[in-house]
């Protein structure tokens, strides 16, 4: 049997002999349709009427003068028949004409094959789209990794379960907005450019603004700015928004991400917890239809309420180090390490309780599970508002799943002199990951901040766990790679 040339040269053949045929080629519209999902749902209704579907052509088997088809749309896929006697002479070779890959308009008349499978027997049909390169191997899937994220069209094309996960992604997050909106929360929009990064801790990515001669950072966290609404009276605010981290990716960390900030004036951290647990359950419940997940082997129920655990009772009961008894930087480091703990020998005490709680608590968090009342000290406790009987501790929790880090809280602070010393403190501390004084945001507190609870969650991570895939690459459309001189070579 001699090898099927399918090169782009051949195609672009094929398209000049279609145009010989003298039938309509390429129109600039097509429709009415139906979803190929809604004539599968309703073909007792539909059977014997004539419908329309578009959508790429995915298989073609010939059989003489006769043969069968899968055309996919954006809601599945629906088989289709062509019938020589049917469509006539000159339709049947325009069908003929077509190739994998090509996206087609058909109209004709639903029924079921001997099999049972619904399909349809076209009797008119329309090339809308010509696809000029072919498509990844059907049959074996595009798996290749690099290819898939560097082309997501063609890993939506080839992979169902890449289109689901970004069903679930949307789902999540008009979810968040329907949850928030009907509980009163205004969304808004912060700024992106900021003349000073703040409400995190990390390394911001700088450019340079030419029009006022000014350096600016891309935002790494819309806090202090939705924080700034809070003061001026908008008491219940949300942003959906990316945000950005001039750090290095692992399969927990993108450059890039999407992130819900939310703060409710007048609230503290444990009614933002009784806030997150709710709303999580209900948006898992509205994209995927339950609140129970397999993640990675482990099945984990989402439905509240979930527990809370403070920092020193997990790192007693999961670590088996009390924390009381190393009240100090240099003593608690060295029982860390003797754990396997890898500790920077100039690490702050909150910071080895971070090291310890990364390396030894987190993984053994499995089911929802908040931990709460972290050191003053800890990274990214600089904006949370202290514990009254115990100082060195703030109102903070962070939301664990599965073994990983999905949300952060707090009280938030609105005591200026309390929050200038310690942005002082941490601007005087080594790197650049501590924010700056941010004089105007201190200014803001001084005009009074109400009393407030923050929140939040990273809506990249979550559909992570709702879709069940390991790599938050999986959840980002088009997430940002190395460079590569083949990014446009020939598939």
Not at 138 to 159: F, M, P, Q, S
Not at 401 to 430: H, K, S, V
Request: glycine share 8%; aromatic share 8%.
């Amino acid at each position: 049997m001699t090898e099927r040339v399918d090169s782009r040269q051949s195609r672009e053949q094929k398209l000049q002999d279609l145009a010989e045929l003298g039938l309509p080629l390429l129109p600039d519209r097509y429709g009415p349709t139906r979803p190929s999902i809604e004539v599968k749902a309703d073909y007792a209704a539909l059977e014997g009427s004539t419908v329309s579907v578009a959508g790429r052509l995915m298989t073609i088997r010939l059989m003489g003068k006769a043969a069968f088809a899968h055309l996919q749309d954006a809601a599945g896929s629906i088989q289709l028949y062509f019938k020589r006697d049917v469509l006539g002479e000159t339709a049947y070779q325009y069908f003929k004409l077509l190739d994998l890959g090509d996206i087609i308009g058909a109209e004709g008349t639903v029924f079921k094959t001997r099999t049972g499978e619904i399909s349809i027997e076209v009797t008119n049909l329309v090339l809308l789209a010509k696809a000029l390169r072919p498509l990844p191997d059907k049959y074996h899937g595009l798996t290749d990794v690099e290819t898939r994220y560097r082309r997501r069209y063609l890993d939506l094309i080839a992979n169902p379960e890449a289109r689901e996960v970004f069903r679930i992604r949307s789902a999540v997050v008009a979810g968040m907005r329907r949850f928030l909106d009907a509980r009163g929360f205004t969304e808004v929009e912060t700024p992106i450019l900021q003349p000073l990064y703040g409400g995190g801790v990390a390394t911001p990515f700088t450019t340079q603004y030419e029009a006022i001669d000014t350096r600016v950072f891309l935002r790494i966290a819309t806090e202090l700015y939705l924080k700034r609404l809070i003061v001026g009276g908008m008491e219940r605010v949300y942003e959906i928004g990316k945000d950005f981290r001039n750090e290095n990716f692992s399969r927990k960390h993108s450059p890039e991400f999407t992130m819900l900030e939310l703060y409710q004036a007048y609230a503290n951290y444990n009614d933002i917890m009784d806030l997150t647990e709710t709303m999580t359950a209900a948006v898992a419940r509205e994209a995927t239809g339950t609140t129970r997940v397999r993640y990675e082997g482990m099945d984990i129920d989402l439905t509240p309420p979930w527990k809370r655990l403070s920092i020193e009772d997990a790192v007693r009961d999961i670590a088996g180090i009390d924390l009381n008894e190393y009240p100090e930087a240099d003593a608690l480091r060295d029982v860390a390490v003797s754990r396997g703990v890898v500790v920077e020998p100039a690490a702050v005490w909150g910071k080895v309780v971070e090291e310890i709680v990364s390396t030894l608590v987190e993984p053994n968090l499995i089911q929802p599970t908040f931990l709460v009342d972290f050191p003053v000290d800890f990274p990214g406790s600089l904006l949370a508002k202290r514990k009254p009987d115990e100082p060195r501790f703030v109102q903070r929790f962070e939301l664990y799943i599965g073994g990983m880090e999905f949300a952060n809280g707090f009280t938030e602070l609105n005591e200026p002199e309390d929050q200038r010393r310690r942005m002082e403190q941490a601007a005087g501390l080594r790197g650049e990951e501590f924010q700056y004084v941010d004089e105007d945001y201190l200014l803001a507190m001084e005009h009074g901040m109400p009393p407030n609870g923050g929140l939040g969650i990273g809506i990249d991570r979550l559909v992570m766990l709702l879709a069940g895939v390991h790599h938050i690459r999986e959840t980002i459309l088009f997430p940002l790679l190395r460079p590569t001189e083949h990014a446009v070579a020939e598939s």
